[in-house]
C-alpha cells in the first residue's frame, strides 16, 4: 500500500501562483512515475502532470508552459508549481503514484485531494 498526503492548496487570485506538494509514503518501488491529476465541479477527473523516477515529463497542453512538476526521490516527494493561474484551473487536485516492475505499471495510488479556487 501506498500513502500520499497532499498540502498546498488554496485560493489564489488568476494570475497568480501557487505550489502543491505531496509526499508518499509505504509500498514505493524504485521506479514509479508520480504526478497530478485534477477534477473541477461537473466534470471528468483529468491528467495535469506526471514524472517518471527517470525525470521524464508529461504535462496536459492546458498546463504546458504555466505549471511544472518536480520531485526529489530521495524523499518520496513531488510538487506542482502551478504559475499563471486561471479560473478552469478551479479543481481538487489529486496526487498519484504507481510503480512499475517488470515491465508493469501497478494501478494509480490516489491522495485525498486538495482544494485550488482560482478567483477572477
Known amino acids: 500500500q501506498v500513502q500520499l498526503v497532499e498540502s498546498g492548496g488554496g485560493l489564489v487570485q488568476a494570475g497568480g501562483s501557487l505550489r502543491l506538494s505531496c509526499a508518499a509514503s509505504g509500498s514505493i518501488f524504485s521506479a514509479n512515475a508520480m504526478g497530478w491529476y485534477r477534477q473541477a465541479p461537473g466534470k471528468q477527473r483529468e491528467l495535469v502532470a506526471t514524472?517518471?523516477?527517470?525525470?521524464?515529463?508529461n504535462y496536459a497542453d492546458s498546463v504546458k508552459g504555466r505549471f511544472t512538476i518536480s520531485r526529489d526521490n530521495a524523499k518520496n516527494t513531488v510538487s506542482l508549481q502551478m504559475s499563471s493561474l486561471k479560473a478552469e484551473d478551479t479543481a481538487v487536485y489529486y496526487c498519484?503514484?504507481?510503480?512499475?516492475?517488470?515491465?508493469?505499471?501497478?494501478?494509480?495510488?490516489w491522495g485525498q485531494g486538495t482544494q485550488v479556487t482560482v478567483s477572477s
Open positions: 498519484t503514484l504507481k510503480n512499475y516492475y517488470s515491465g508493469v505499471w501497478s494501478p494509480n495510488y
Open positions: 514524472i517518471r523516477s527517470d525525470g521524464i515529463t
